[in-house]
C-alpha cells in the first residue's frame, strides 16, 4: 500500500511504505519501511517492525514504545506482547509498534543519529522534512487515526530515575478526562501524574489526544538501565488496560507492593515542583525517587571538583510532596532538571 496520508483538507503522500491491511483480521507482522540515503545505500529504507493483531468485535489499541531508544521496558513489554499473545483470546484490534523511532532504539540514545532530533518533539511531523519529521508525519497521519485508545510507553531514559507511574494530561473534555483516569487506574502503576499547562503539542500523545484518543503515557523506569520492576509493571498494565477495554478476559490486578489496592493519582502542581541546577558540576543527590520530601529541603549538592576554592552548593526542593523524577547521571549542566516533586492530585477550579 503507498503511503498516502489524509491530513484534514489535503492529501499528502508520505515517503514511508506500509504493507499492513489494517482491516485484514488475524495477524500481521511487518514493517513499515522509511527512506534513508545513505553512503552504503542511496536507495536504503529503515525498516521499523509493526505487528496488527485483529479477532472479532472490540475497540483499537495502540501500544507504543521505543519513541525514545534509551527507554527499554517498553519495547520489552510490547515485543513480548505481540509475539506471545494468541490471536483467539484478542477481541478487537491491536496495533503494536515496540521501537517506533528504531535509529535512536538500535543506538540506544534518546534521539536520532540520522538527524540529531527527539522523534517526541516532531509532531504532527512533515513528510519532506527531516527523518524524523517525516516518520512523525507518518505515525501521525496513518497510525494516530486508527486508535480508540492509546498507551505510549516511556521511562526517564538515561537523565534521570522515576517512580513507576503513569501520566496524562488533564483533558479538558470531562468525560474524556473521566475516561482517561480511569484507564490510568486499571493500568495499575503505582502513580498517576496528571498535567495541565506544559506546551507539549510535539508528543506523540498530545497527538493522540487532539484526535480524541483515551490515551497515557508511562514512565517506568531510568538511569539507561531495564527495570525488573517496570517490566513487570508494564507487562501487567497492558494486560489490564485491555482487560478494562473488554479485548481481554481475567481479572484486572491492581495490588501494589506498598499494600496499596490500586493507584495514587497525583499532579505536578506548578514550577516550584522542578528544581533545576544553577551551574555545571556533579549533582550528588539526597533522595531516591519515591522517597517523601519537604519544601526547602536539601534536594542535593553540586561539587566543583575542579576547582580546590569553590564551595559546593546546596539544591532546595520548592515543594513538598513524593519524588517523582530523580538525577541520574553524575555531571550534571547549568539548567538540567534535578528532581521534580508531585503531590496529591486536585482537580484545578476551571
Ligand atoms: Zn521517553
Known amino acids: 500500500m503507498a503511503g498516502t496520508a489524509s491530513t484534514g483538507a489535503t492529501t499528502v503522500a508520505s515517503r514511508v511504505q506500509c504493507t499492513i491491511d489494517f482491516d485484514k483480521p488475524g495477524?500481521?507482522?511487518?514493517?513499515?519501511?522509511?527512506?534513508?540515503?545513505?553512503?552504503?545505500?542511496?536507495?536504503g529504507?529503515?525498516?521499523?517492525?509493526?505487528?496488527?493483531?485483529?479477532?472479532?468485535?472490540?475497540?483499537?489499541?495502540?501500544?507504543?514504545?521505543?519513541?525514545?531508544?534509551?527507554?527499554?521496558?517498553?519495547q520489552i513489554t510490547i515485543?513480548?506482547?505481540?509475539?506471545?499473545?494468541?490471536?483467539?483470546?484478542?477481541?478487537?484490534?491491536l496495533v503494536l509498534l515496540p521501537a517506533v523511532n528504531i535509529p535512536a532504539v538500535l543506538n540506544a540514545t534518546r534521539t536520532s543519529p540520522i538527524d540529531g532530533r527527539d522523534l517526541n518533539r516532531c509532531f504532527p511531523g512533515n513528510p519532506a522534512g527531516t527523518f524524523s519529521e517525516m516518520l512523525?508525519?507518518?505515525?501521525?497521519?496513518?497510525?494516530?487515526?486508527?486508535a480508540d485508545v492509546a498507551v505510549e510507553l516511556h521511562t526517564a531514559g538515561h537523565s534521570a530515575d522515576c517512580t513507576p507511574s503513569t501520566n496524562m494530561h488533564y483533558v479538558a473534555?470531562?468525560?474524556?478526562?473521566?475516561?482517561?483516569?480511569?484507564?490510568?487506574?486499571?493500568?495499575?502503576?503505582?502513580?498517576?501524574?496528571?498535567?495541565?499547562?506544559?506546551?507539549?503539542g510535539a508528543t506523540l500523545?498530545?497527538?493522540?489526544?487532539r484526535k480524541g484518543a483515551i490515551t497515557i503515557g508511562t514512565e517506568i523506569g531510568g538511569w539507561g538501565r531495564v527495570s525488573v520492576e517496570g517490566v513487570r509493571l508494564g507487562e501487567r498494565g497492558v494486560r489490564n488496560v485491555m482487560k478494562?477495554?473488554?479485548?481481554?478476559?481475567?481479572?484486572?490486578?491492581?495490588?501494589?507492593?506498598?499494600?496499596a489496592a490500586g493507584t495514587r493519582h497525583m499532579m505536578v502542581r506548578d514550577a516550584a515542583c522542578y528544581s533545576f541546577a544553577p551551574a555545571s558540576a556533579v549533582f550528588e543527590p539526597r533522595h531516591l525517587a519515591g522517597d517523601a520530601v519537604e519544601q526547602g529541603q536539601t534536594a542535593g549538592f553540586l561539587h566543583f571538583v575542579e576547582d580546590v576554592d569553590h564551595?559546593?552548593?546546596?539544591?532546595?526542593?520548592?515543594?513538598?510532596?513524593?519524588?517523582?523524577?530523580?538525577?541520574?547521571?553524575?555531571?550534571?549542566?547549568?539548567?538540567?532538571?534535578?528532581?521534580?516533586?508531585?503531590?496529591d492530585y486536585e482537580a484545578p477550579r476551571d
Open 45 to 74: 529504507v529503515v525498516e521499523i517492525p509493526i505487528y496488527v493483531l485483529q479477532n472479532g468485535e472490540g475497540p483499537t489499541l495502540l501500544l507504543t514504545g521505543g519513541v525514545h531508544g534509551d527507554e527499554y521496558e517498553g
Open 136 to 146: 512523525a508525519h507518518f505515525i501521525a497521519a496513518r497510525i494516530v487515526p486508527l
Open 27 to 43: 495477524r500481521q507482522a511487518g514493517y513499515l519501511r522509511a527512506p534513508q540515503s545513505r553512503n552504503t545505500s542511496g536507495w
Open 205 to 209: 500523545t498530545s497527538t493522540l489526544e
Open 79 to 93: 515485543s513480548r506482547l505481540a509475539q506471545t499473545l494468541p490471536l483467539d483470546q484478542l477481541r478487537g484490534r
Open 244 to 259: 478494562h477495554l473488554g479485548m481481554l478476559a481475567g481479572a484486572i490486578d491492581t495490588s501494589q507492593r506498598s499494600g
Open 173 to 200: 473534555d470531562p468525560a474524556l478526562r473521566e475516561q482517561t483516569l480511569a484507564l490510568a487506574a486499571a493500568f495499575g502503576a503505582p502513580y498517576n501524574v496528571v498535567f495541565w499547562g506544559v506546551d507539549e
Open 311 to 343: 564551595a559546593p552548593i546546596e539544591v532546595k526542593y520548592g515543594a513538598s510532596g513524593i519524588l517523582w523524577m530523580a538525577a541520574g547521571p553524575g555531571r550534571v549542566q547549568r539548567g538540567d532538571c534535578v528532581a521534580v516533586v508531585m503531590q
